[in-house]
């Protein structure tokens, strides 16, 4: 099975505008994002996908592969089908361009996750608290015995109506998803191409085209959610992080 780690960067961001081309650990943002992505054992191929010219400079002078898109895409998945049409990969790995943090073991795990014959898999992990189960920013899934999910809301699911969620229960039951994805590759430029669905228009979720036209998404379970940077202070955390003992000893491993 090949695996190709596509991951889409955007120069405009509301919020942190040219968050790719950060520098402030000496590495540009998506460098980083890279070169995590680069240490998954799955990875056949890794490749940045952008439409901005200098996000491919940036790229080009680390020595990673970029691959230019049109600038008219509504959303990274549609930015990922462009380029993964162009490559020779059985699974496609969307790793979005602002999560240097995530671990190579969990690209690792998307990739197992689709031997189950699987349309696309994707991460959870376990919600810790009440707080978090009843916050509609935090994206919940349910899965059924299989390991596949059956529905993703911003609402709190599964509900409990006798009685309290029990958040220390093993196996856990209840989710958080975590936005990360693996797509067979003939099923992603379907679903690229597929409008959207009632129930994805309802919760604002892109994964529920998927479910709502009948295609299945396998969820692997993780023990810790990774940490992306949306907005400055984000950023200013991740810098710490990776200036701290936890990040050098990361850099070291």
């Not at 189950?116 to 608290?129: E, W």
């Not at 920013?137 to 999910?149: H, I, S, T």
């Not at 969820?219 to 400055?232: E, I, K, N, Q």
Request: charged residues 25%.
């Amino acid at each position: 099975m090949r695996v190709a780690i596509v991951i889409p960067a955007r120069f405009a961001s509301s919020r942190l505008p040219g968050k790719p081309l950060l520098r402030d650990t000496g590495k540009y943002l998506i460098q980083h994002v890279y070169e995590r992505a680069c240490e998954a054992r799955c990875a056949d191929t890794v490749v940045v996908a952008t439409d901005h010219e200098d996000i491919r400079a940036a790229v080009a002078s680390f020595g990673g592969r970029v691959a230019m898109t049109r600038a008219d895409h509504p959303s990274g998945t549609d930015r990922v089908a462009e380029v993964a049409a162009t490559l020779t990969a059985d699974v496609v790995i969307n790793v979005q361009g602002d999560e240097p943090q995530l671990e190579p073991d969990a690209i690792d795990l998307l990739a197992d996750l689709m031997r189950d014959g699987s349309d696309m898999a994707t991460l959870a992990v376990p919600i810790p608290d009440l707080e978090a189960y009843r916050n509609p920013n935090v994206v919940k899934v349910v899965c059924d015995d299989r390991g596949r999910a059956l529905y993703f809301s911003r609402s709190p699911i599964p509900a409990v109506r006798d009685d309290e969620p029990d958040f220390a229960a093993r196996p856990a039951r209840f989710l958080q998803h975590l936005g990360v994805y693996a797509y067979r590759r003939e099923f992603l430029p379907r679903i690229a191409a597929t409008p959207a669905h009632p129930l994805e228009q309802s919760e604002k979720l892109e994964q529920l085209r998927v479910l709502g036209t009948g295609g299945t998404i396998s969820v692997g379970v993780v023990a810790h959610a990774h940490r992306g940077v949306d907005t400055p202070a984000d950023y200013a955390a991740f810098v710490r992080w990776y200036r701290s003992a936890d990040g050098s000893a990361r850099r070291a491993a």
